[in-house]
């Protein structure tokens, strides 16, 4: 008997998803040979160029997808900027409750979670505030480079790294969560086909469950 399954994600959302995967792995990749010596050789010459320009094409990728999530899926993008937004006293007690439940499986004490948990905000916003200095920073770096002043040129490079050290331990964290740890890793499909079993939505996620349930009841009646 197959089981039951309501769908999380649009197709919209799985593939841009995946396009920020492989830009944001991109541009760790092409980022990092200035700092790891076993790759130096990868900053000079015809290689340097290459890299500069594969860099600053998933750049580019990355700056468009907020723009492309809006136009290929208006309503899911509204949707889940509001709910990534919205926070209360239910939060709190996500985080105090949270390291219990990521040890031991237990989630007494874990309030009624949205389409998105307490830490899954916490993490959109982390890598928001990220992507909103790796723009800036970034522009400074690429098209102001002689003009602007040595102490902008300066700040632009240390807060340009900080940015990555930041979205990346966020980024590592939520590949581990979704991939590996054996409490949340059966989710990582809902990437795939867009799906998770409605069981689990009625248990993780019982607002956005409900609210979801509203919806579909109001189409049918219309």
């Known amino acids: 008997m197959n089981e039951a399954k309501v769908i999380r994600f649009s197709a919209a959302e799985r593939f841009l998803h995946l396009l920020y995967f492989l830009a944001f792995l991109t541009l760790a990749g092409t980022g990092l040979v200035l700092y790891l010596p076993q790759l130096q050789g990868y900053t000079l010459a015809e290689a340097g160029q290459l890299s500069r320009l594969i860099h600053r094409l998933a750049a580019v990728i990355l700056m468009a997808i907020p723009i492309l999530y809006f136009l290929l899926d208006r309503s899911n993008f509204r949707e889940s900027l509001r709910k990534i937004l919205s926070w209360n006293r239910a939060d709190w007690a996500w985080f105090r409750s ?59 490079v240390i807060l340009h790294d900080l940015a990555f050290l930041i979205s990346s331990s966020g980024f590592l964290l939520h590949v581990y969560l979704a991939v590996i740890h054996p409490l949340t890793r059966q989710h990582a499909g809902a990437m795939v086909d867009g799906t998770i079993p ?3 939505a009625r248990e993780l996620y019982p607002l956005w469950y409900k609210e979801r349930h509203k919806e579909m009841e109001r189409r049918r009646a219309a």
Request: aromatic letters at 16%; a positive charge.
């Open 198 to 200: 409605e069981i689990d």
């Open 98 to 156: 949270a390291p219990r439940f990521y040890w031991t499986g237990d989630r007494t004490g874990i309030p009624p979670q949205d389409k998105f948990n307490t830490g899954q905000k916490l993490h959109a916003l982390i890598q928001a505030v990220c992507f909103a200095v790796f723009v800036a920073t970034g522009l400074i770096l690429w098209i102001w480079p002689q003009g602007s002043p040595p102490w902008l040129f300066r700040l632009s």
